[in-house]
């Protein structure tokens, strides 16, 4: 019969820590195997690369004839895993759990409901279906976690230390529950480091220090020649007080070992001893001590086993110490020692105390407060990146000083002095000429497509009225929509028909009775008139620019929010490795994580769209229909943004830090508060991957200018590719794996 399962020269490396060492052994079908060790021996971290969740440094497994390194998602749809910590959704009720991890597993409602059924008879959990699993107690809670284990009917079970922490009743309860599922041929696979729950399995394996000792059936091992080496014999010793009478028989003449095993004494002796040499060890208590020879038991297997592992490590270490010159007996010379006078000590500790009472523990929290601080990078990254960012932001990016307002012209004359006019505009360091139409649609699509600002339209009699002296009227258009900037705009505009036409006066300033040019009513008047018109927001309400572009600040944030917190949680609540065991896809787990947000979200869009329109009078100039569609798509970037965070941060602190980093810039560089055009050319090129800034573009656009999704085309283009990108880069970075 093949072996379930296969391991040869197995190892996993952590850095510089060696985990697993070369590790091989074999287990056959229907057994019961446990792999024995102290706590950090490589248990857990074995289970985690048979199971396809944590990448084999070196060597090869095997599980049901599939690799664990190219195979990981076919092993598992036939495996159960339960953690070694409470892994289920604590916030789920029992069945709730059951039937979640029956769907994950893909089974349908017919299959599903008899499964159930199965499940709870096996388990006895029908009196606490309802019962949220965070309330059950220890031993119920290891029974429901067997449950959706099993739900799916696996070949396999993985057990990484299933009795920890629970009482001797519910462990036993549990082991009947194993034999039982081992009697219907399920293989199962136990870590534990409880030896008589090491004496209940058919095959044990014990791991030390990340190395395999010795595998085999129990009773073979109690035989090994290590065990009960030749000449000697064991002895079990029992006796009032044992804990007293240890060290007693330790120094005993021929004792190699002696050590506690419940209330009597297991001691590894000669056999030149006899009963009658340990009696006489406790003269007074001569004939309440009973003496009994005995096989060894697994614990006598483990620990004279792994006394022989540290012995030969010591070995090890000293002969390469004694290679390098030291010798490994060196100490510190007591003379370098200097003792204090007697006074000065009293005086020193009379000191040190009235010091500990009022700063008692002091120097322990600093040293403890640093060593957090170390060890957690983002912290000090966050500390010193903010700041900095903060600085380069306000100090060098944002400028309050309005320039370079993007113009289009729409000239009717033609001739010299108009030329003159849109030279006079240009001349300026806030209006920046971009485009001179020729017509009135593509002047009116120039502002619709947010692409100017300010338009200027220039009448055909522009050159003839100023030669007969009479006042011209040039009609400036502002968009509204940005309140900082139409102001600018319009004293701007004005004062530049108030220079011109001073300038044009000068000539007739010595002659009073002549003037320069006079108006409809023959009154005297400046030769210019600058007509503004202010579009979209006639009355520079600042609720009109600010409440849209707020609309696209809130839904990053809930989203953002949201997504890293769900994702991280999971991994720190160890639900995620849960998961990672199931064979839920990469795709199929982020979608049905993201869904529930992406809805939370656009139903946030529309309460934050009500509060704007009838809280604050800002209406909806254009298609609603095509602002939510849009809007949707920035959900799906937000949420991506969510997730990429969720890959790079490990806890909700580390979340919560990159979350901000990701906020900061999208209010001070999207233009939601300060006019990206007014920025450095660098800080301006860079705030094109930021998808708010798209998405502000497309909402005041849609909500203020009426604009259509081919006016604001290239906004949305600029939104998807951010949105493939994030999504792209989350997707390849989130990995169905530990780490």
Same mark, same amino acid.
């Given at each position: ?82 953690? +070694?910590?409470?892994? /289920? ?6 069945? *709730? ?27 006895? /959990? ?14 119920? !809670? +290891?029974? #429901? ?33 194993? @034999? ?7 293989? /199962? ?46 002895? &079990? ?45 406790? %003269? ?11 096989? %060894? ?11 022989? *592992? ?7 270490? +000293? ?8 010798? %490994? ?52 990254? @966050? ?10 932001? @306000? ?10 307002? =993007? ?140 409440? =849209? ?40 787990? #982020? ?73 900061? =810039? ?24 930021? %998808?708010?800034?798209?998405?502000? &573009? ?32 989350? /997707?390849?970075?989130?990995? !169905?794996?530990?780490?």
């Amino acid at each position: 019969m093949s072996p379930v399962i296969q391991i040869d020269e197995l190892t996993r490396d952590f850095g510089s820590l060696r985990a697993v060492d070369h590790v091989s052994f074999e287990v056959q079908r229907g057994s019961i195997f446990g792999l024995l060790g102290p706590n950090g021996s490589g248990k857990s971290t074995i289970i985690r690369m048979l199971c396809g969740v944590l990448e084999p440094t070196e060597g090869s497994a095997h599980v049901l004839g599939y690799n664990v390194s190219r195979d990981a998602e076919l092993i598992k749809r036939h495996i159960g895993y339960m953690s +070694q910590k409470f892994s /289920l959704y604590s916030d789920l009720s029992v069945q *709730e759990n059951i039937e979640f991890y029956g769907r994950i597993y893909g089974l349908d409602s017919e299959k599903l409901t008899q499964r159930f059924q199965e499940i709870i008879e096996l388990t006895s /959990l029908g009196d606490r279906l309802d019962q949220l699993a965070g309330n059950l107690s220890g031993g119920w !809670k +290891q029974r #429901l976690a067997l449950g959706c284990a099993l739900i799916h009917e696996p070949e396999v079970v993985f057990l990484d230390e299933p009795t920890a922490g629970i009482d001797p009743v519910a462990r036993r309860d549990l082991w009947d529950l194993l @034999f039982e599922l081992a009697g219907q041929g399920v293989t /199962l696979f136990v870590t534990t480091h409880y030896m008589d729950e090491a004496e209940r399995c058919s095959d044990v394996g014990y791991i030390y220090d990340a190395r395999l000792i010795v595998c085999g059936k129990p009773d073979e091992l109690k035989q090994l020649p290590s065990v009960t080496p030749l000449g000697t014999a064991r002895w &079990e010793i029992e006796t009032a007080h044992p804990a007293t009478k240890l060290t007693t028989f330790r120094e005993m003449d021929g004792v190699r070992d002696a050590t506690l095993f419940g209330q009597t004494i297991h001691v590894l002796a000669s056999q030149q001893l006899s009963e009658a040499d340990f009696i006489s060890r406790i %003269p007074d208590q001569q004939e309440a001590v009973q003496v009994r020879p005995i096989t %060894p038991s697994l614990e006598d297997v483990f620990v004279t086993l792994s006394r022989a *592992e540290e012995l030969n490590n010591r070995v090890s270490e +000293q002969s390469i110490d004694t290679s390098e010159g030291h010798s %490994p007996f060196s100490t510190a010379p007591e003379a370098m020692v200097e003792e204090l006078p007697v006074e000065d000590l009293g005086t020193k500790t009379k000191s040190s105390q009235n010091i500990s009472g009022i700063l008692a523990g002091f120097w322990a929290i600093l040293v403890k407060e640093f060593t957090h601080i170390r060890r957690e990078p983002s912290t000090l990254f @966050f500390v010193f990146a903010v700041p900095v960012l903060q600085t380069i932001i @306000f100090g060098f990016a944002i400028d309050t000083q309005i320039e370079n307002i =993007p113009t289009v012209i729409y000239d009717l004359d033609g001739r010299s002095s108009s030329r003159e006019l849109r030279d006079a505009f240009a001349n300026t360091r806030t209006f920046q000429i971009i485009e001179r139409v020729f017509d009135q649609d593509t002047f009116h699509n120039a502002f619709e497509s947010g692409r100017a600002k300010v338009g200027v339209i220039i009448p055909p009699d522009y050159s003839d009225r100023l030669l007969k002296g009479e006042q011209v009227s040039i009609q400036v258009l502002i968009d509204g929509s940005d309140s900082q900037v139409a102001t600018t705009a319009l004293n701007a505009s004005n004062l530049l028909g108030m220079n011109l036409s001073i300038n044009m006066t000068k000539h007739f300033a010595d002659t009073l009775p002549a003037v320069p040019s006079r108006d409809a009513r023959g009154e005297a008047a400046l030769p210019i008139e600058i007509r503004p018109r202010l579009l979209y927001n006639p009355d520079l309400e600042s609720s009109h620019f600010f409440v =849209p572009g707020l609309v696209g600040i809130i839904l990053q944030l809930v989203t953002l929010f949201l997504t890293s917190f769900a994702i991280v949680r999971e991994r720190e609540l160890g639900t995620l490795e849960q998961l990672f065991v199931t064979p839920v896809s990469k795709s199929g787990l #982020l979608l049905g994580k993201l869904a529930p947000y992406a809805l939370i979200g656009f139903v946030e869009t529309l309460v934050v769209l009500t509060v704007m329109v009838f809280f604050f009078g800002v209406p909806i100039h254009g298609s609603l229909w095509e602002l939510l569609l849009l809007s949707l798509l920035f959900l799906v970037c937000g949420l991506g943004l969510g997730m990429l965070v969720s890959t790079i941060a490990r806890t909700q602190l580390q979340a919560i830090q990159f979350a901000f980093l990701v906020m900061l =810039p999208s209010v001070l560089l999207s233009g939601f508060m300060f006019p990206r055009s007014q920025m450095p050319l660098p800080i301006y090129l860079f705030t094109f991957f930021i %998808p708010v800034t798209y998405f502000l &573009e497309i909402l005041r656009g849609i909500v203020l200018r009426g604009s259509d999704i081919a006016d604001l085309l290239p906004y949305v283009l600029g939104l998807s590719l951010c949105c493939i990108g994030i999504i792209d880069i989350s /997707l390849k970075r989130f990995q !169905k794996q530990l780490s």
